[in-house]
Each structure stands twice: as C-alpha cells, then as structure tokens.
C-alpha cells in the first residue's frame, strides 16, 4: 500500500524551529517529486516547498523562503521541511504530497499524508 507519513510538528514559540518528515513507502520513491502543501483554518490550502525527485531542484514559496529548507534521504524514503524562525502565521496543518507533475495544484498531486499540526504561539 502506498503511505505518506507526516510527522513532526508541535508547538513552538515565534523565532523556533521545527522539522516535518514525510516517510514515503508502497511506490518507487526517487520517480515522484515531493511537495509540503498547508492550510491554515478558514484559507486554501497552498503549496509551500516541493523537491523534484532526483533532489536537484527546490521551491519554495515567497513567504518561507530564506527560512524553510526542503531536502530528501533516499536512503530512508523520507523528505524533511526544516522550518525556522517560525511565525505565528505559520501556523497551519502541513501535509506532504507526492506527484509527477502539476504543481502547486493538489488536484494534480497523486498521493497525500495526513497531516500534522504545527502551531506557532507564544
């Protein structure tokens, strides 16, 4: 069975990190790029980072640039979002998505995890 595993959020206060880890399994992880996709309550969800599959090319949108640094572990099926200096407009549930092409439209990403919450208060 396919799985996308999203993990590692929590509370933090503003200016703090956290890291989200998306543990893939049940297809040929190095064929699909990976994306972080949030949504925060009343909003769209957006499409924030995503990394193609051979990890050579990143994205990020304008608001986590400089701050959120996407990479993957081909050895553990795993991409990470390591986000710093966390703003309390952060705060959303992050999911990770994994697709061959169409991004940032989540209709066009072919499997998803369940997200986790990241909440950025002080």
């Known amino acids: 069975d396919v799985q996308l595993q999203a993990s590692g959020g929590g509370l933090v206060q503003p200016g703090g990190s956290l890291r989200l880890s998306c543990a893939a399994s049940?297809?040929?992880?190095?064929?699909?790029?990976i994306g972080w996709f949030r949504q925060a309550p009343g909003k769209e969800r957006e499409g924030i980072s995503c990394?193609?599959?051979?990890?050579?090319?990143?994205y990020y949108v304008d608001s986590v640039k400089g701050r959120f640094t996407i990479s993957r572990d081909y050895a553990k099926n795993t991409v990470y979002l390591q986000m710093n200096s966390l703003k309390p407009e952060d705060t959303a549930v992050y999911y990770c998505a994994a697709f061959l092409t169409g991004w940032p439209d989540p209709t066009d990403m072919r499997y998803w995890g369940k997200g986790t919450q990241v909440t950025v208060s002080s």
């Open positions: 990394v193609s599959g051979s990890g050579s090319d990143t």
């Open positions: 049940g297809f040929t992880f190095v064929d699909y790029a």
